[in-house]
């Protein structure tokens, strides 16, 4: 184990043909252990994982993407990691953008870095473009900081934010939730430029309107049972 440098931490659903090209893209480095969070996948997923060294931890049944997320922060809490890097599983992220990441959180004094794919979206699916920049939107406003990417998932936070943010949500609306929390509770935030990578092949589990009515009854809840 590598304390000093952070848990890169991959929630996963059916990734496995995808996976070992991310997975060997990170390692490659040679500088972050990687956990694995299979949530509850069917396909070959943990076969792809065992074929390299890294941990996993296993869901039997879909719980969702904030429920893997909090499996992997217990992981990291538990066995004294400073701080993680999230990184999704389907190859939207270059070990390189890791690199910006981690080297922006050195040079600062933010306690969450999020990747920014929207200063050049190329690729991106035009609703994705278009309800990813709502959301973004509404909640930099909400929250007096500027976030343009806010349902990106990469992002490296501090070991404080991890014991102190309270993750409720399940699904894809854990990405704003995590954000709007630790505004809440005066941490710092910095956006950097990475790639945007789509996949034509690659099947999304995100559903940009279903998520996006999630992340606006999440709002709804936080601001009529504060």
Known sequence: MNLDNPLVIIPV??????LGGVLKDILRLNMFDVLVVDDGSHDKTCEVVNLYNVVLIKNNVNLGKGAALKRGFDYALENGYQSVITVDGDGQHKSEDLLIVYQAFLDSESDIIIGNRMWCPLGMPKIRKVTNFLMSKLLSRLTGTRIPDSQCGLKLIRRRILSDVNISSNKFEVESEILFQSIQKDYKIKSVNISSIY??????????????????KYLVKIFFNK
């Open 199 to 216: 996949i034509p092949e690659r099947k999304s589990h995100i559903r940009p309107l279903q998520d996006t009515v999630r992340f606006f």
């Open 13 to 18: 659903h059916n990734e496995a043909r995808l």
